[in-house]
């Protein structure tokens, strides 16, 4: 048995996530590509539909006999469509899980004010003005190692809601564009949309510190902004 990490990057736009067995994944297209009977096929970080990866590691074990057959990287790559690619292709530990052993993950959510193309529409969200003062005042609050259940998606309840978020910046990078990174050891579901849109209702007044605070304190959900679309 012979083990292999893949890094990927792709265009989410018109995946359904990492796996739906009725539609376009992310999985299903890697597997066709590849095209041998592949094992334990893990991932670092489960992808929603529409959003996007830079640096996905993907990991899979092979039969011995079967990898003198495993295609090279340039005929991967040319079975895949053009809105996702394989970056490396290495042989690693057999012990190996890309999720457990990451070191960090890191998430970017992208806005911009007034009109643009469609090639920036389809990565970054159209958004009002914003006081930036009043956002960089509540990133305090998110940085460190903390329960983070009102943030998570209602449909998905883990027992563990325990993330330690290294950091989290609100970054102005043009007269009107904007970027929100997020670095954190691990996400429940939705989670960064969910603050990247709680940090946007303060930019827009629409939420206080005080609240938020409360909402961290007495774990309560209407104390933080709406969960965003995928713009990722």
């Not at 990898?67 to 809105?83: H, Q």
């Not at 960089?136 to 993330?163: H, M, P, T, Y």
Request: charged fraction near 25%.
């Amino acid at each position: 048995m012979q083990a292999y990490l893949m890094t990927v990057s792709y265009d989410g736009t018109d995946f359904f996530g990492w796996y739906c067995p009725k539609n376009r994944s992310i999985k299903t297209c890697l597997q066709d590509a590849l095209g041998l009977p592949l094992q334990n096929f893990l991932v670092a970080s489960r992808t929603d539909r529409g959003v996007h990866a830079e640096d996905q590691k993907v990991y899979f074990t092979l039969d011995s006999s079967f990898v003198p057959l495993l295609p090279d990287l340039s005929t991967i790559n040319l079975r895949l469509a053009a809105d996702i690619r394989v970056l490396s292709l290495e042989s690693c530990p057999l012990d190996f899980h890309p999720s457990l052993e990451a070191k960090s993950k890191e998430y970017h959510y992208r806005f911009h004010k007034g009109d643009k193309p469609p090639s920036i529409e389809r990565f970054s969200l159209s958004i009002q003005p914003i006081d930036l003062s009043k956002i960089e005042s509540s990133l305090f609050l998110f940085v460190g190692k903390k329960d983070f259940r009102i943030f998570e998606n209602a449909q998905s309840r883990r027992e563990n809601r325990i993330c330690h978020i290294e950091s989290l910046k609100f970054d102005q990078i043009a007269d009107d564009s904007f970027v929100m990174k997020i670095r954190a050891d691990r996400f429940l579901y939705k989670m960064c949309r969910k603050i990247a849109g709680t940090l946007l209702y303060i930019g827009y007044g629409k939420l206080s510190l005080t609240s938020l605070k409360r909402g961290f304190e007495e774990f309560c959900p209407q104390a933080c902004g709406p969960t965003l679309p995928q713009k990722d």
